[in-house]
């Protein structure tokens, strides 16, 4: 596609509910990016794939976090038993590889509530 | 945690003036990158500026890097009110994207 796309845009939660937020990268990239961003900060890292393989997720807070990228194009990030510290703007990027540009999504808004 | 920092961490200018932000990092680096980001929006790559170079231009956007200093600036000349947004650094080493808390920048028509 011509861009990193994001679903859904905006959510809200009920806390203890679980979500599901969707990227499909850059047609043809191969590293995929998971950042989350509080409000009035820069954005944190929390997993990285390069194709299928998840090589970092050293950034995702809780075991109530999970990514996949099962045939190394589209990913979805799933939050279980949401809380309200979970609030934020959820961001996919891609890329063609380590070292290259990294382009960004418009972001999954989740407010929790 | 956020190892790249922006200063100034808000910054207001009129229109026309140039506007310089400056970024700083503790560890190595294989190339620092530039973002913009508009409120409530995605982030924008503006330049990527890779450990061997010193400096790079896109438009009125100018970007250096001081290895040796562990930083890096980005001027924006002649501003105008469309400028208007928060810019971030992040840098790629051993890890992937890190990023400061930005510097917010407003342009004042």
């Known amino acids: 596609g011509a861009g990193v796309s994001q679903s859904p845009r905006y959510k809200v939660a009920k806390r203890g509910q679980d979500v599901a937020l969707r990227c499909d990268p850059i047609?043809?990239?191969?590293?995929l990016f998971w950042y989350q961003q509080a409000l009035g900060q820069g954005p944190e890292f929390l997993t990285y794939?390069?194709?299928?393989?998840?090589?970092?997720k050293s950034g995702l807070p809780s075991d109530r976090f999970f990514a996949e990228r099962p045939e190394g194009s589209v990913s979805t990030l799933k939050i279980q038993r949401t809380q309200q510290e979970d609030s934020a703007v959820y961001l996919c990027?891609?890329?063609?590889?380590?070292?290259?540009?990294?382009?960004f999504g418009e972001g999954s808004w989740l407010t929790v509530v | 945690s956020q190892q790249g920092e922006e200063d100034p961490q808000a910054l207001s200018i009129q229109e026309g003036e140039n506007a310089t932000m400056n970024c700083s990092y503790k560890t190595s680096i294989n190339n620092l990158q530039w973002y913009r980001q508009n409120s409530g929006r995605g982030l924008v790559h503006l330049i990527l500026?890779?450990?061997?170079?010193r400096e790079k231009h896109s438009g009125r956007l100018r970007v250096t890097l001081d290895t040796s200093k562990k930083s890096s600036s980005l001027l924006i000349t002649a501003s105008r009110a469309a400028d208007t947004a928060s810019y971030f650094c992040a840098r790629t080493g051993n890890t992937p994207l890190v990023f400061g808390k930005g510097t917010r920048l407003s342009v004042i028509a």
């Open positions: 500026i890779r450990s061997n170079e």
């Open positions: 990027a891609s890329s063609v590889g380590q070292g290259n540009t990294i382009y």
């Open positions: 047609s043809g990239h191969v590293s």
């Open positions: 794939f390069q194709n299928e393989a998840q090589l970092d």
